[in-house]
């Protein structure tokens, strides 16, 4: 990438920090596809045409409603509901949210008249902050479980990431986690984004991770890109693991934003979006030193 460029995207990365949800809640929107993941549980796909993409949406059916894990943008929620009932006729009843960006938490509002939505108290107070629609009623710290139908949903919160406020949202029964944005991309393996206008922390990312390693899933939805396995998401946590190793030691010799720049794209094909953050990424590795 050329210099210029750099220097370019990260001044456009202050501007946009504050804006990230606008940034989101107006891309646009993508044909739903869909996938069984096993007997009682399904993906909702986003596509993988770039960082503008809503987020995946987990279906778990049981015999006394649907749960979900994210709802995507506002505008998706008649196409969403259209899939669901492809599935099922049973109601959705409780939806989680893996964080608060609008392409995962903009169906909340028309969710909320018929479900209960759960979310990351931190996440929470990020909606109210920037005035997004549809805050659930129900927040937790660490950990919160969804009992419906017999069977077990459940919300881990293990420490910041792409935001302070992101959950891994684990189904025991199926060994199935939705990560959200704490892995997001194509291939499984992708890049960090942090969202330091709420939170974020490249420096705590991978023990994030380790939370939910430790739940040994089989199934691993990202919040955006392909269902992967556990390999997968080992691969993914080490490459955040690199960066950050990387970075601590551009950061360390006072190299320049569009010098950390340049060195992300060239040894870990860091794309526009990855970039957006270096200011902020500058500044928390070296208030760590
Ligand atoms: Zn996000």
Redesign the pocket.
């Known amino acids: 990438m050329h210099k210029s460029t750099l220097i370019r995207l990260s001044a456009g990365a202050l501007a946009l920090a504050g804006v990230w949800t606008a940034y ?1 809640q107006n891309a646009p929107t993508q044909p739903l596809t869909f996938k069984q993941l096993k007997d009682d549980l399904w993906v909702i796909e986003g596509t993988s045409n770039g960082a503008s993409d809503a987020g995946n949406i987990a279906v778990l059916v049981t015999s006394e409603g649907v749960v979900l894990v994210d709802d995507r943008f506002a505008q998706d929620f008649p196409e969403v509901m259209s899939v669901v009932r492809k599935i099922t006729p049973l109601p959705v009843k409780y939806v989680l949210n893996t ?1 608060h ?1 609008g ?2 938490t903009g169906g909340n509002a028309q969710m909320l008249p018929n479900a209960e939505i759960l979310i990351q108290a931190n996440a929470r107070k990020h909606m109210i902050d920037t005035h997004m629609p549809g805050p659930p009623h129900i927040t937790f710290t660490r950990e919160a479980s969804v009992f419906l139908g017999g069977k077990e949903v459940r919300a881990v919160y293990s420490g910041r990431g ?2 302070d406020g992101d959950v891994a949202v684990f189904i025991p029964h199926d060994r199935a986690i939705h990560l ?2 704490l892995m ?1 991309g194509t291939n499984g393996v992708t890049n960090p984004v942090m ?1 330091y206008s709420s939170g974020a922390s490249l420096k705590a990312w991978p023990a994030t991770l380790d939370g939910a390693l430790k739940l040994d899933p089989e199934i691993v939805i990202p ?1 955006h890109g392909a269902v992967t396995d556990k390999a997968g998401l080992q691969a993914h946590r080490n490459k955040i693991a690199a960066v950050l190793t990387c970075a601590t030691t551009l950061v360390n010799e006072n190299k320049s934003v569009d010098e950390i720049g340049k060195t992300m794209v060239t040894e870990f094909d860091f794309k526009p979006i990855n970039l957006r953050p270096l200011d902020g990424l500058i500044t928390e590795l070296k208030n760590a030193n």
Do not use: L, S, Y
């Open positions: 989101t964080h960006h392409d995962h792409h935001t959200g944005d997001a969202d919040g």
